[in-house]
């Protein structure tokens, strides 16, 4: 039996592959200029915009699973 957060994990991959695919068939062009631009960016802005997007993605799932 899988827990509960252990399904909720998988969703969020499952929600993260959906909106990566669709960004991907709706605008090859603007991906592959996203990606070119993320190998030119240096190391130590990458890594903050890294820790930003997974404090503000706690703070989101921390939010909506409180209890109310």
């Known amino acids: 039996m899988r827990s509960i957060a252990f399904a909720d994990f998988l969703i969020g ?18 991906m592959r200029k996203a990606m070119k631009s993320a190998i030119a960016t240096p190391d130590n802005l990458l890594r903050a915009v890294g820790i930003g997007s997974a404090v503000i993605g706690l703070i989101v799932i921390w939010a909506v699973r409180r209890p109310i």
């Open 13 to 30: 991959v499952g929600v993260l592959f959906v909106i990566e695919g669709l960004m991907f068939a709706a605008s090859p062009t603007w």
